[in-house]
């Protein structure tokens, strides 16, 4: 799971993104409080993608934990 911030946020999602790869790491999370927004990626022929989104008042999981059901807007105050 990532959470960005401004300083690292280019690094969150293109340098680690790419390290994770290399490694074969299936599945990240990218939390931006910024813009309240919750994303999971999923790793497909070497690259990441975004397969899932929660934002704003939604409510749902992300991938792999597909019985976790998040409220996305309890995550921020």
Request: proline fraction near 6%; charge should be negative; hydrophobic fraction near 45%.
């Amino acid at each position: 799971m990532e959470i960005l911030s401004r300083s690292t946020m280019r690094i969150d999602r293109g340098a680690e993104l790419q390290l994770y790869a290399c490694h074969e790491i299936p599945h990240d999370w990218i939390v931006d409080p910024g813009e309240r927004r919750s994303e999971a990626c999923a790793l497909t022929e070497g690259v990441f993608h975004v397969v899932a989104r929660l934002a704003d008042a939604d409510r749902g999981s992300l991938p792999p934990f597909s019985e976790l059901v998040i409220a996305a807007d309890t995550l921020w105050p």
